[in-house]
T-cell receptor, first 112, second 111 residues
Framework: DSGVTQTPKHLITATGQRVTLRCSPR?????VYWYQQSLDQGLQFLIQ???????AKGNILERFSAQQFPDLHSELNLSSLELGDSALYFC???????????FGPGTRLLVL | TQLLEQSPQFLSIQEGENLTVYCNSS?????LQWYRQEPGEGPVLLVT?????EVKKLKRLTFQFGDARKDSSLHITAAQPGDTGLYLC???????????FGGGTRVLVKP
């Protein structure tokens, strides 16, 4: 158990819908990262927050957005969902903005 | 195109055999990490290599970082069924903490 929690574990929804994925970092960690893992693209970095501020951005679509709240938990919002958005979404956290990342168990999203 | 290319993509061996997984790039990384991921779980960090030419050992696992810090390898000696999983390499560039992952190598060790 990495100490990073993600909810929900599974999510099934329809195209065009919007979902919110939630992540609680390890106690004391200030930085949160979001990754997407799909069969064709592998594991890809989406976005990083550090103490509430966006720190780095990767291959995140405009339909996706994220934020980190004052209690340091983070949410990833996915809107206008497409079939290709079906994937595993992982959250990771680290103590600082350059420290070792610890991954959560992921949320499996299926868009039908 | 993956910035980090892993080979092979899949490896099936018998218990007791050795195996090597390769991670290659045309880019230089400030450090490189190896993770293992099991079904239904997130990747778990095995090792971080930082210095070109560095070799690290973790029980039966040996990790090497290339002299030019562009490639790495993972060698498992006398593999056991518990070594079964998806092995991922990930590189970190000089600026930031964003992980760039390779495509992964799925290892199956049969008893």
């Amino acid at each position: 158990d990495s100490g990073v929690t993600q909810t929900p574990k599974h999510l099934i929804t329809a195209t065009g819908q919007r979902v919110t994925l939630r992540c609680s970092p390890r106690s004391g960690d200030l930085s949160v990262y979001w990754y997407q893992q799909s069969l064709d693209q592998g594991l890809q970095f989406l976005i990083q927050y550090y103490n509430g501020e966006e720190r780095a951005k990767g291959n995140i679509l405009e339909r996706f957005s994220a934020q980190q709240f004052p209690d340091l938990h983070s949410e990833l919002n996915l809107s206008s969902l497409e079939l290709g958005d079906s994937a595993l979404y992982f959250c990771a956290s680290s103590v600082s903005d350059t420290g070792t990342q610890y991954f959560g168990p992921g949320t499996r999203l299926l868009v039908l | 195109t993956q910035l980090l290319e892993q080979s092979p993509q899949f490896l099936s061996i018998q218990e007791g055999e050795n195996l090597t997984v390769y991670c290659n790039s045309s880019s230089v990384f400030s450090s490189l990490q190896w993770y293992r991921q099991e079904p239904g779980e997130g990747p778990v960090l095995l090792v971080t290599v930082v210095t070109g030419g560095e070799v690290k050992k973790l029980k039966r696992l040996t990790f090497q970082f290339g002299d030019a810090r562009k490639d790495s390898s993972l060698h498992i000696t006398a593999a056991q069924p518990g070594d079964t999983g998806l092995y991922l390499c990930a590189g970190i560039k000089a600026a930031g903490n964003k992980l760039t992952f390779g495509g992964g190598t799925r290892v199956l060790v049969k008893p």
